[in-house]
Protein backbone atom coordinates (compact mmCIF):
# COMPACT_ATOMS: atom_id res chain seq x y z
CA UNK A 1 0.00 0.00 0.00
CA UNK A 2 1.44 3.10 -0.93
CA UNK A 3 1.99 6.68 1.18
CA UNK A 4 -1.13 8.35 0.90
CA UNK A 5 -0.10 11.36 1.67
CA UNK A 6 2.59 10.94 -1.18
CA UNK A 7 -0.67 10.77 -3.40
CA UNK A 8 -2.66 13.97 -1.97
CA UNK A 9 -5.09 11.53 -0.46
CA UNK A 10 -7.63 13.85 1.94
CA UNK A 11 -5.95 13.77 5.53
CA UNK A 12 -9.02 13.54 7.61
CA UNK A 13 -12.64 12.43 7.31
CA UNK A 14 -14.93 14.95 8.90
CA UNK A 15 -15.60 14.46 12.94
CA UNK A 16 -18.82 12.65 13.27
CA UNK A 17 -19.06 10.91 10.30
CA UNK A 18 -20.45 7.75 9.28
CA UNK A 19 -20.04 4.88 6.48
CA UNK A 20 -23.01 3.06 6.01
CA UNK A 21 -21.44 -0.72 4.51
CA UNK A 22 -24.38 -2.69 3.08
CA UNK A 23 -23.29 -5.88 1.40
CA UNK A 24 -24.50 -9.74 1.56
CA UNK A 25 -21.10 -11.17 1.66
CA UNK A 26 -20.07 -10.97 5.56
CA UNK A 27 -16.49 -11.41 4.83
CA UNK A 28 -16.41 -8.29 2.95
CA UNK A 29 -18.44 -6.11 4.94
CA UNK A 30 -15.98 -7.01 7.95
CA UNK A 31 -13.13 -6.49 5.49
CA UNK A 32 -14.53 -2.74 4.09
CA UNK A 33 -14.96 -2.08 8.01
CA UNK A 34 -11.52 -2.96 9.00
CA UNK A 35 -9.48 -1.08 6.23
CA UNK A 36 -11.98 2.40 7.24
CA UNK A 37 -10.96 1.71 10.55
CA UNK A 38 -7.12 1.94 9.77
CA UNK A 39 -7.95 5.64 8.06
CA UNK A 40 -10.27 6.97 11.17
CA UNK A 41 -13.32 5.91 10.00
CA UNK A 42 -16.30 4.67 11.73
CA UNK A 43 -18.84 2.31 9.77
CA UNK A 44 -21.82 0.45 10.48
CA UNK A 45 -22.11 -3.06 8.78
CA UNK A 46 -25.72 -3.69 6.80
CA UNK A 47 -26.25 -7.62 5.64
CA UNK A 48 -28.94 -6.36 3.04
CA UNK A 49 -30.41 -3.75 1.18
CA UNK A 50 -33.67 -4.06 3.29
CA UNK A 51 -32.07 -4.42 6.87
CA UNK A 52 -30.60 -1.08 5.78
CA UNK A 53 -33.71 0.71 4.59
CA UNK A 54 -35.50 -0.13 7.88
CA UNK A 55 -33.10 0.75 10.28
CA UNK A 56 -30.50 2.72 9.20
CA UNK A 57 -30.09 6.75 10.05
CA UNK A 58 -28.44 8.94 7.46
CA UNK A 59 -29.77 12.37 8.99
CA UNK A 60 -25.82 12.86 9.87
CA UNK A 61 -22.57 13.35 8.17
CA UNK A 62 -22.84 10.29 6.24
CA UNK A 63 -22.03 7.66 2.54
CA UNK A 64 -23.38 4.81 1.70
CA UNK A 65 -20.77 2.23 0.14
CA UNK A 66 -22.91 -0.55 -1.41
CA UNK A 67 -22.45 -3.98 -3.50
CA UNK A 68 -24.64 -3.32 -6.80
CA UNK A 69 -25.70 -7.53 -6.85
CA UNK A 70 -27.05 -8.72 -3.77
CA UNK A 71 -29.99 -11.15 -2.72
CA UNK A 72 -33.52 -10.15 -3.31
CA UNK A 73 -32.87 -6.33 -3.06
CA UNK A 74 -30.46 -5.44 -5.10
CA UNK A 75 -27.81 -2.22 -4.98
CA UNK A 76 -29.59 0.01 -7.57
CA UNK A 77 -33.19 -1.07 -6.48
CA UNK A 78 -31.20 -0.17 -2.66
CA UNK A 79 -30.38 2.99 -4.27
CA UNK A 80 -33.56 4.14 -5.85
CA UNK A 81 -35.34 3.38 -2.38
CA UNK A 82 -33.11 5.16 -0.59
CA UNK A 83 -33.30 8.30 -3.23
CA UNK A 84 -37.18 8.31 -3.01
CA UNK A 85 -36.39 9.68 0.83
CA UNK A 86 -33.36 11.50 0.94
CA UNK A 87 -31.99 12.55 -2.04
CA UNK A 88 -28.84 14.05 -0.82
CA UNK A 89 -26.68 11.20 1.41
CA UNK A 90 -23.73 10.22 -1.08
CA UNK A 91 -23.87 6.62 -2.46
CA UNK A 92 -20.88 4.47 -3.69
CA UNK A 93 -21.01 1.44 -5.29
CA UNK A 94 -19.14 -1.48 -5.38
CA UNK A 95 -19.17 -3.47 -8.92
CA UNK A 96 -17.71 -6.41 -10.43
CA UNK A 97 -16.49 -5.39 -14.75
CA UNK A 98 -19.60 -6.79 -15.92
CA UNK A 99 -21.53 -4.33 -13.74
CA UNK A 100 -19.94 -1.35 -14.72
CA UNK A 101 -22.57 -0.14 -17.49
CA UNK A 102 -24.97 -0.84 -14.27
CA UNK A 103 -22.49 1.26 -11.83
CA UNK A 104 -22.39 4.45 -14.99
CA UNK A 105 -26.68 4.87 -15.40
CA UNK A 106 -26.60 4.50 -11.66
CA UNK A 107 -24.05 8.06 -11.70
CA UNK A 108 -26.63 9.68 -14.34
CA UNK A 109 -29.58 8.81 -11.57
CA UNK A 110 -27.12 10.66 -8.90
CA UNK A 111 -24.92 7.95 -7.33
CA UNK A 112 -21.50 9.88 -6.10
CA UNK A 113 -19.51 7.17 -7.35
CA UNK A 114 -18.29 3.64 -8.74
CA UNK A 115 -15.19 1.05 -7.35
CA UNK A 116 -14.88 -1.67 -9.71
CA UNK A 117 -13.46 -5.05 -8.08
CA UNK A 118 -10.77 -5.90 -7.27
CA UNK A 119 -10.16 -2.07 -5.94
CA UNK A 120 -7.19 -0.18 -4.79
CA UNK A 121 -7.47 0.20 -0.87
CA UNK A 122 -6.47 3.76 -0.87
CA UNK A 123 -8.35 4.38 -3.87
CA UNK A 124 -11.59 3.44 -2.32
CA UNK A 125 -10.96 4.81 0.79
CA UNK A 126 -10.36 8.66 -0.81
CA UNK A 127 -13.41 7.94 -2.61
CA UNK A 128 -15.60 7.23 0.94
CA UNK A 129 -13.53 10.60 2.40
CA UNK A 130 -14.60 12.64 -1.08
CA UNK A 131 -18.32 11.39 -0.47
CA UNK A 132 -18.30 12.18 3.25
CA UNK A 133 -16.65 15.90 2.49
CA UNK A 134 -19.49 16.25 0.11
CA UNK A 135 -22.53 15.34 2.56
CA UNK A 136 -20.60 17.96 5.09
CA UNK A 137 -20.59 20.33 2.60
CA UNK A 138 -24.11 20.22 1.82
CA UNK A 139 -25.48 19.72 6.08
CA UNK A 140 -23.25 23.11 6.14
CA UNK A 141 -25.41 24.49 3.14
CA UNK A 142 -28.60 23.33 4.61
CA UNK A 143 -28.01 24.83 7.99
CA UNK A 144 -26.71 27.98 6.67
CA UNK A 145 -30.06 28.53 4.85
CA UNK A 146 -31.99 27.69 7.75
CA UNK A 147 -30.57 30.56 10.12
CA UNK A 148 -30.63 32.69 6.74
CA UNK A 149 -34.42 31.87 6.50
CA UNK A 150 -35.29 32.33 10.14
CA UNK A 151 -33.27 35.90 9.78
CA UNK A 152 -35.38 36.98 7.39
CA UNK A 153 -38.35 35.91 9.32
CA UNK A 154 -37.81 37.91 12.17
CA UNK A 155 -37.39 40.99 10.18
CA UNK A 156 -40.50 43.08 10.21
CA UNK A 157 -43.53 43.41 7.27
CA UNK A 158 -41.82 47.20 6.85
CA UNK A 159 -37.87 45.94 6.77
CA UNK A 160 -39.58 43.51 4.66
CA UNK A 161 -40.76 46.02 2.09
CA UNK A 162 -37.22 47.78 2.29
CA UNK A 163 -34.99 44.70 1.68
CA UNK A 164 -35.23 44.35 -1.90
CA UNK A 165 -35.17 48.15 -2.75
CA UNK A 166 -31.97 47.67 -0.88
CA UNK A 167 -30.64 44.73 -2.98
CA UNK A 168 -31.90 46.95 -6.03
CA UNK A 169 -29.43 49.39 -5.30
CA UNK A 170 -32.15 51.93 -4.19
CA UNK A 171 -30.49 54.97 -2.05
CA UNK A 172 -32.66 55.79 1.24
CA UNK A 173 -34.12 59.05 -0.44
CA UNK A 174 -35.35 57.05 -3.39
CA UNK A 175 -36.57 54.45 -0.96
CA UNK A 176 -38.43 57.12 0.87
CA UNK A 177 -40.24 58.41 -1.80
CA UNK A 178 -41.17 54.43 -3.60
CA UNK A 179 -42.92 54.20 0.38
CA UNK A 180 -44.29 57.67 1.28
CA UNK A 181 -41.82 57.58 4.10
CA UNK A 182 -39.45 59.81 5.97
CA UNK A 183 -35.68 59.35 5.06
CA UNK A 184 -34.77 59.01 8.81
CA UNK A 185 -37.36 56.04 8.84
CA UNK A 186 -35.43 54.57 6.12
CA UNK A 187 -32.70 54.83 7.39
CA UNK A 188 -33.76 53.33 10.97
CA UNK A 189 -34.90 50.27 8.47
CA UNK A 190 -31.65 49.70 7.05
CA UNK A 191 -29.99 49.63 9.99
CA UNK A 192 -31.98 47.10 11.71
CA UNK A 193 -32.51 45.03 8.16
CA UNK A 194 -28.54 44.88 8.86
CA UNK A 195 -28.44 44.09 12.12
CA UNK A 196 -30.52 41.01 12.02
CA UNK A 197 -29.06 39.93 8.66
CA UNK A 198 -25.89 40.26 10.88
CA UNK A 199 -24.32 42.62 7.81
CA UNK A 200 -22.40 45.61 8.00
CA UNK A 201 -23.39 47.39 4.68
CA UNK A 202 -25.42 46.41 1.68
CA UNK A 203 -23.04 45.12 -0.03
CA UNK A 204 -22.51 42.45 2.46
CA UNK A 205 -26.35 41.99 2.53
CA UNK A 206 -26.19 41.48 -1.68
CA UNK A 207 -23.18 38.89 -1.44
CA UNK A 208 -25.34 36.78 1.70
CA UNK A 209 -28.78 36.87 -0.07
CA UNK A 210 -26.88 36.39 -3.70
CA UNK A 211 -25.81 33.11 -2.72
CA UNK A 212 -28.54 31.57 -0.35
CA UNK A 213 -29.60 29.07 -3.52
CA UNK A 214 -26.88 27.79 -3.62
Request: proline share 5%; hydrophobic share 45%.
Amino acid sequence: MSDPHALGHPAAPPAGALVHIVDDDEAIRDSLAFLLASRGLVTREWPSGEAFLEAASTEGCCCVVMDVRMGELGGIETFERLRGRDAGTPVIFLTGHADVPIAVEALKKGAFDFVEKPFNDNALVDVVIAALAEAESRRSRVAGRGVLEARLKNLTPREAEVLPLLLGGRLNKQIADELGVAMRTVEVHRARIFEKMGVRNAVELTRLLGGAGD
